[in-house]
Each structure stands twice: as C-alpha cells, then as structure tokens.
C-alpha cells in the first residue's frame, strides 16, 4: 500500500508559535487534500483541507500550502495555543477510488 | 448538529468470537466507510461502501470481515473469528461527496480481544 509519509512525528511549540507539519505522498489520483484533528479519545475531525488549482488556503490560524511538483503540502498554525494540542493527519486518495489514505500522524503539543 | 453515532464505545470479548460493531451515519450522506487505529497509530483505511455494496477495500479486510447495510440507518462492521490483533479502535465515517475527503468520524468503538 503506497506510502502518506508526515514529518515530524512529534512536535513540541511553545504559544503562540507556528507549528509546521509536512505531508508527502507518492501519486495521488484525485486532486483534494484535506487535514484532520485528533484529540484523545475521539474521532479524526476535518480541519481544513485545498485544492491544488491553489496553492494555498488559509482559515483563520490554520494555512495549507501545496506544493504539486514536489508531491508535498503543508499545515502551518499561527500563534499556536494548547487547545491545539492534538494529532494531526493529512489524507491522499491515492488510487482514485475515493479511498483516503492517512498519514502516519503528527503529535503536536503546544506548551503554555 | 448531525453527528455520526457508534456503538458500542467499548467490547471486549474473546478470541474465536464473532463482533459486530454499529454506526448510524450522518442521515443525508451516502458514502460510508470503516477505518480502524491501533493504540494512537496511524488511521488505517478499512472499506469503504456505497449503494449497497463495498466500493474499495484494504487488505486488512480481508474475509473474516463484512459490512453490511441492513436498513437505511445503520452501518455494521461484523467480524467473524475475532484474533488478538484485532484489538483496535474502529472508527465509522461517512460523507455526501466522496471526492472532498471530507469524512465525517464517530467517536469509534474500542475492540479488545482476550
């Protein structure tokens, strides 16, 4: 099964810092690229998610960046806060099935 | 809000035995999937299912696993010999659109086998 690869696997920021996750996938056969957010204990919830006819989206604190040519897309959050302290998933449908593929996952925690 | 519901948030049973764990989706949506996550793992893509049958499977799915549709509310996940490395977290989900990803989650179902 192709590979989601996320970096770093952990991260730890202090608030109101920015914390960076990466994304990089292999081939993706459809063209949207979500994020989700998990908390312990809970199910994965969509964060924000793009299309790469851009190559960025912003909501609020939270920016994707897309990078098509080098397969790669990025979470960055603004002045990050411990409520956002969580895991992070990106998703690619890689066989254009509609089968979404996760990410190894990226702990975040943010200190106070 | 609408939210995807599943039950039982937790089972615990006995390796051999047959479980079946239940989703109710989001009433409106018409793509439903199963995905599973080992301690805090990676989220792992099970099935997935539209119009009364399986459209992508993995093979972690393989035939001790079904999924079925059995009224228009609920979606089960059932498996038949249940092994120790079934002990997971399942996670139901669904979406109206399957093309966004935006899948919506339940809260999960804890699996242990003894």
């Known amino acids: 099964q192709q590979q989601v690869k996320q970096s770093p696997q952990s991260l730890i920021v202090q608030k109101g810092g920015i914390s960076i996750i990466n994304c990089a996938y292999e081939?993706?056969?459809?063209?949207?690229f979500p994020w989700y957010q998990q908390f312990p204990g809970k199910g994965p919830a969509l964060l924000i998610a793009i299309r790469p006819d851009v190559s960025e989206k912003k909501e609020g604190r939270f920016t994707i960046s897309f990078n098509k040519s080098a397969k790669q897309f990025s979470l960055h959050i603004m002045d990050s806060q411990p409520g956002d302290s969580a895991t992070y998933f990106c998703a690619v449908d890689t066989s254009g099935t509609y089968k979404y593929i996760f990410g190894t996952g990226t702990r975040l925690k943010v200190l106070a | 809000e609408p939210e995807v519901t599943q039950t039982p948030s937790h089972q615990v049973t006995q390796m051999g035995q047959e479980v079946i764990l239940r989703c109710v989706p989001i009433s409106n949506h018409l793509y439903f999937y199963w995905y599973r996550q080992i301690l805090g793992q990676k989220v792992e893509f099970l099935v997935s299912f539209y119009n009364n049958e399986i459209s992508e499977k993995s093979e972690i799915f393989d035939d001790q696993f079904s999924v079925e549709r059995p009224d228009g509310s609920n979606f089960t996940l059932k498996i038949r010999s249940t092994k120790l490395e079934d002990s997971a977290m399942y996670f139901c989900?669904?979406?109206?659109?399957?093309?966004?990803?935006?899948?919506?989650f339940g809260e999960g179902s804890r699996l242990t086998v003894l």
């Open positions: 081939n993706t056969a459809f063209d949207y």
């Open positions: 989900a669904s979406s109206w659109d399957r093309r966004t990803g935006e899948l919506f």
